[in-house]
Each structure stands twice: as C-alpha cells, then as structure tokens.
C-alpha cells in the first residue's frame, strides 16, 4: 500500500531553535517523489521542499532542509532557526511512481507551534 | 502572474442544489488536479488532467464532474450536493507529472 504516516500531530518549538517533523512512508516503486508542504492558518497550501527517489544528496531550501534516509523509507523535514511564521501545518506528501495516477498521497499533517 | 485562483472562496448549499467551481491557471501548466480536505486530515485527490480535453478519476470521485476545455481551467461540479461533500477544495497544477504542485487559495464549501 501506498501511504505517507506522519505520527507528531502537534509540535512545540521555541523561537529560533531547530524542529525535526517526522515522515515515513511506504511505497513499492523504485521511483517516487517526496514533497513538504506547508499550510498556515489563512489555509493556503505552500510548497517547501521536493526529494526525489534518486536523488544522492539530501534536498535544502533556505532554512528547510530534507532529512531522507532511504532504506528506512523516511523523509524528515528540519526547519533550522524557527520563526514565528512557521507556525503552521505541515504536511508530507508523495508521488509514487512514474505510471502513478500522478496523486499526490498526504499524511495527515503535523502542526508546529513556534514559542517566542 | 496570479498563479492558481479558485471562485468562489465560500459557498453555502442546500442538500440536492448543484454548483460549479472554477480554476484557473496562468503558468501553462499541462496537469491540474482537485483535491478535498476534511478536518485532521491530509489532501485527497477527487478528479485529475493531464492536459486540456482529458480528465480522470483520483481517490474519491464519487459525487462530482471535471472539464478541462480550456488548458488553463479546471472545473469541479457537483450535481446533487450532499453534506458529506462539505469540505475545502484545493485545486492545483504542475508542469510535469513529478513536479511540484502549485495550490489555489481554497474554497470551503458548505452543504446543509
């Protein structure tokens, strides 16, 4: 089965430290795409980072960055140096597949919460 | 460069009326997809196109209708409203398959 777990439904960070937001998933395709995607409270959904299968280095955006470690099928976001507006919901996604339906497959979001 | 808009951003429905909502994209983007969003969970996928003229099922397909006449919009309808369809609809489009996908602002939608 195709499917993305995300097992932190809320988080805690305090202003300006390091937050690791967990993602495993579970596909049998060698090639598949991971995205993270972030929602804020006006309900947009933000795109933030992208992994591909096979993709030797780990992905970087800014402050985001993808922690993915294959044999373990996970794909953790870490936002460095958290912010304010990082306050939000995150969400992991997945694309498996190259003959896929070309589905986005979402877990079920993990909402940060940035302490000042 | 608008990106992805969506109308209406709210609507309220009766069980049993219909309605139409609207995409649009300016990227020439080739895919455009629907999704809905229900508390406490992620996106699923209703309806999907790979490019104008063509569109296919996703997830959960049941109670609604797409067209893509246009390459740069994307409709969603719901013929007979139910209030299981009460959710937010995202919509999105991508250049490539795999590529990142661009959302619209949202509509939520009520049916009574």
């Known amino acids: 089965a195709q499917k993305i777990t995300q097992t932190q439904p809320g988080m805690f960070v305090q202003e300006k430290e390091a937050v690791t937001l967990d993602c495993t998933y579970d596909?049998?395709?060698?090639?598949?795409?991971l995205f993270w995607y972030k929602q804020p409270s006006s309900g947009e959904m933000i795109f933030l980072i992208y992994?591909?299968?096979?993709?030797?280095q780990n992905a970087t955006e800014g402050r985001y960055s993808l922690n993915f470690q294959k044999a373990r099928k996970s794909a953790n976001l870490v936002i460095s140096a958290s912010q304010l507006g990082d306050s939000a919901m995150y969400f992991c996604a997945m694309i498996p597949g190259r003959d896929s339906s070309y589905k986005l497959i979402f877990g079920s979001g993990t909402r940060l919460l940035v302490r000042p | 460069n608008a990106g992805v808009t969506q109308t209406p951003k709210f609507r309220v429905l009766k069980t049993g009326q219909s309605m139409t909502l609207l995409c649009a994209q300016d990227m020439n983007h080739e895919y455009m997809y629907w999704y809905r969003q229900d508390p406490g969970m992620g996106l699923r996928l209703i309806h999907y196109?790979?490019?104008?003229?063509?569109?296919a099922k996703g997830e959960v397909p049941d109670g609604y209708n797409v067209s893509r006449l246009k390459k740069q919009n994307f409709l969603l309808g719901l013929e007979s409203a139910a209030p299981s369809q009460t959710s937010v609809y995202f919509c999105?489009?991508?250049?490539?398959?795999?590529?990142?996908?661009?959302f619209g602002p949202g509509t939520r939608l009520t049916v009574l």
């Open positions: 196109s790979v490019g104008e003229g063509t569109t």
């Open positions: 992994q591909g299968s096979y993709d030797q």
């Open positions: 596909t049998s395709d060698p090639s598949y795409g």
């Open positions: 999105a489009s991508s250049y490539l398959a795999d590529n990142e996908q661009f």
